[in-house]
């Protein structure tokens, strides 16, 4: 949508900019479920680069890959065992660089996801470490004695991880145990030993040499641990297990591994580095990572936006209990944007393929189109570089799976299942729960088209696709129809690569008007020129009070403008896109 001197300046804009990523559009891959390019039922990086002219034209121009390396897919990827090889049910480093000079070329960005704080247990460091105690690998892991009580063996603390287990394996055999904050098959390695780090700085290095434009850095708030490994003084469950992140997130020492890692690997290259810092970090500590003054890396993703309906941990709410809190939305994205936005720059996403689609999130499925195209309305304008998770732009949604069984395949999901079958709950419900929270909703392949698989591969994927690519949930029918969510989304974000609205969205200010309407999220940045979003999170009509002059709509996902008195009607997830006067 970009025409002639607005692209030229864009391309610009970019190009000279020292942080060219504050006006990229990204776009998350997550390689398995992407596309399948030799029908073993498996994404691959053939079908990633077969789809780069695709993403070139809906504007996309930074991308983030999920984790490509040689790895035995206990947890999909993040669990590696050669950091210095693709994984070869994606491919070659051949088709790395393929991929890597045709993205290039069209100028699209990619970086990395790479994960430093832990290995797969078939890494070669920690079979090293297992068969040698005194091999510098066993130096590189976290492991401790367990304790002996009535004769039996248990771990040394009691630290639960991600996974719903103890943190702590047994090394079978012997009286030690080594530690895992995510799934077993996943040890953490011990960023306190100098050895460990400068493996990882060779690591990096080699990706970045490599053409890599940077990294999405897995995990990151978790490097640095409590090394006294005490018992959580917090409530436990009923295995006695407590599920404490402050005992090995965002902790001190984190932000010197990062200084260090700033020095040693990233000082002097043009490359945008995101740590996953998750929910656990304020936005002022945040910048103790990510400001321009004296921060590591270039961005950091929190998850404070995310689940803001109360679906997370849900089993035993009622789907009328899941509802958009819309003013601690509007809170949350504010809370990041007045700390950092002057200091820092700032991803934006709804969601990524952790979460459930956000469209059954905030989004409804009777209203696809509608809140399809509110949700990135919402999005794009607010200030940051916003990621469109794949899939969100042609409108997909959870699956509706009616077995429990289609969930395998998904480690995190298993181990949920077993926790919640162990605390008394039924097949159906836990059914009915992950439909709506796991995370394996985001995973199912991509939808291409209408034919088998949607699409994705002649194969037999690992989860089924959702079945409404057969109703038009695909981009193929999408791309032919003029008001599909996917020519939308092109649209949109011609709309938003422009200079003045850049503009206005990097040096304006942001404010939100009418804090605490319940039902609608509006913003306004102000400056020289002024542009305004207006959306309604509901699926019903509401009405919003607004007292500035309107000069044209850019965006609207509605036909005609209702507005009386300064009242607006909002139709079911109407929103706008308006510049004023
Ligand atoms: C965060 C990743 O996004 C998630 O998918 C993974 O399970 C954990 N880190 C562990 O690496
Ligand atoms: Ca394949």
Request: aromatic content about 14%.
């Amino acid at each position: 949508m970009l025409l002639g001197r607005e692209k030229a300046f864009y391309n610009t804009y970019m190009e000279n900019s020292t942080r060219w990523w504050q006006n990229a559009i990204g776009y998350i891959i997550y390689p398995e479920s992407f596309k399948d390019s030799n029908g073993d039922g498996i994404g691959d990086l053939k079908g990633i680069e077969s789809k780069l002219d695709y993403l070139h034209d809906l504007g996309i121009n930074l991308i983030w890959l999920g984790p490509i390396f040689a790895s035995p897919m206990d947890d999909n990827g993040y669990d590696v065992s050669d950091y210095y090889k693709i994984n070869p049910l994606y491919g070659t480093m051949e088709d790395f660089d393929s991929l890597m000079n045709k993205a290039h070329s069209l100028g699209i960005r990619i970086i990395l996801d790479l994960t430093l704080n832990h290995t797969s247990d078939e890494h070669p460091w920690f079979q090293m470490a297992i068969k040698d105690e005194n091999s510098k690998e066993r130096g590189y892991y976290y492991f401790r004695k367990g304790k002996r009580e009535n004769g039996k063996l248990l771990p040394p603390n009691n630290w639960k991880g991600f996974f719903a287990s103890s943190a702590w394996e047994n090394v079978e055999g012997t009286d030690e145990f080594y530690l895992h904050i995510f799934s077993k098959k996943m040890p953490d390695t011990n960023w306190s030993n100098p050895l460990l780090r400068e493996e990882y700085f060779t690591i990096s290095s080699f990706w970045l040499d490599k053409g890599a434009d940077g990294f999405r850095l897995d995990a990151l708030a978790h490097l640095s641990k409590d090394l006294s490994f005490s018992d959580s003084s917090n409530p436990a469950d009923n295995n006695g297990l407590v599920l404490d992140t402050s005992k090995f997130s965002n902790r001190p020492e984190l932000y010197d591994y990062l200084k260090e890692y700033e020095q040693r690997v990233l000082k002097g290259r043009d490359v945008c580095t995101i740590g996953e810092v998750g929910g656990g970090i304020s936005p002022t500590d945040s910048l103790k990572l990510s400001s321009y003054e004296n921060g590591s890396i270039s961005m950091v993703f929190n998850f404070d936006t995310v689940w803001n309906n109360g679906a997370f941990g849900s089993i035993s709410k009622r789907d009328d209990e899941i509802k958009t809190d819309v003013i601690s939305l509007k809170s949350n994205f504010m809370k990041w944007y007045n700390t950092c936005h002057d200091k820092a720059d700032m991803p934006l996403y709804w969601c990524n393929h952790d979460h459930p689609r956000v469209l059954s999130q905030y989004g409804s499925v009777q209203f696809r189109n509608e809140s399809a195209k509110m949700l990135l309305t919402t999005l794009l304008f607010l200030y940051g570089t916003p990621f469109i998770y794949n899939g969100d732009e042609i409108g997909m949604s959870n699956v509706n799976y009616d077995s429990i069984d289609d969930f395998r395949g998904d480690k995190a999901t298993i181990d949920e299942v077993k926790e919640e079958r162990s605390l008394g709950f039924d097949d159906a419900t836990i059914l009915h729960y992950l439909c709506r929270n796991s995370r394996v909703n985001a995973r199912t392949p991509m939808q291409w088209d209408k034919s088998k698989n949607a699409g994705f591969s002649e194969g037999n994927p690992k989860f089924k696709a959702n079945l409404n690519f057969n109703d038009g949930v695909n981009v193929y029918d999408e791309m032919r129809d003029p008001w599909s969510i996917l020519n939308f989304y092109e649209y949109a974000i011609g709309i938003r690569k422009g200079s003045i609205i850049s503009q206005a969205i990097n040096e304006g200010s942001l404010e939100i008007l009418d804090y605490n309407h319940p039902d609608v999220f509006a913003y306004l940045h102000s400056g020289q020129h002024k542009y305004c979003v207006i959306s309604s999170f509901r699926p019903y009509t509401t009405y919003f009070t607004f007292l500035y002059e309107i000069g044209d709509v850019l965006l609207h996902n509605y036909d005609g403008v209702i507005i009386k008195d300064h009242v607006f009607t909002l139709r079911p997830f109407e929103s706008f896109l308006l510049r004023l006067r």
